[in-house]
């Protein structure tokens, strides 16, 4: 009898901390976009309140209503990679100030510059790196294309970043 191996996908937890006090519709239509991105990979995201006992593959983002002073002044968030095995001792921050500041420079909804945050940020702790790509969800900063990419559902991660994020899906 032959035997047959069946890979049991998890979803992976997103625990998110809302210290900024977002609208709770502005959180879901952000959390929904970013869903659907990380469904394009492969990836079921679940976003989760924080309350109870975190698992230890659970990954943190918090987002907060200020921003510390050394960061590059176009920055809307950071990710703290800590050399682990457990995913939440690392841990990724938005500063929604800089999120409402980009979108009125780009004149794009608030909800959609958040979404590409929250992505990016999301993805540096997924990946566990802190490179940046040329184009897609890891470019470095936020403009206008990017934006349009991803009202139209195509803003995406590079091939080779979608292949680690799939196979780091079966590893947590």
Request: include cysteine; charged fraction near 15%.
């Amino acid at each position: 009898m032959a035997a047959v191996l069946l890979l049991t996908f998890v979803p992976i937890h997103i625990r998110l901390v809302d210290r900024a006090g977002l609208p709770a519709k502005l959180r879901t239509d952000a959390q929904r976009t970013v869903q659907a991105i990380f469904n394009k990979t492969g990836l079921s995201l679940q976003f989760v309140e924080c309350s109870g006992e975190p698992n230890p593959n659970d990954y943190f983002l918090q987002i907060v209503n200020l921003r510390p002073k050394h960061l590059a002044p176009d920055s809307a968030g950071s990710a703290v990679l800590v050399p682990s095995p457990r995913p939440g001792d690392s841990y990724a921050v938005i500063w929604f100030p800089e999120v409402e500041s980009a979108a009125q420079s780009l004149q794009a909804p608030v909800s959609s510059v958040l979404a590409a945050s929250m992505a990016h940020e999301i993805g540096h702790l997924l990946l566990h790196s802190s490179r940046h790509s040329h184009s897609g969800v890891m470019s470095p900063r936020i403009d206008r294309r990017q934006i349009r990419l991803l009202e139209r559902g195509e803003l995406l991660f590079t091939s080779a970043e979608s292949a680690r994020l799939g196979s780091s899906a079966y590893n947590n």
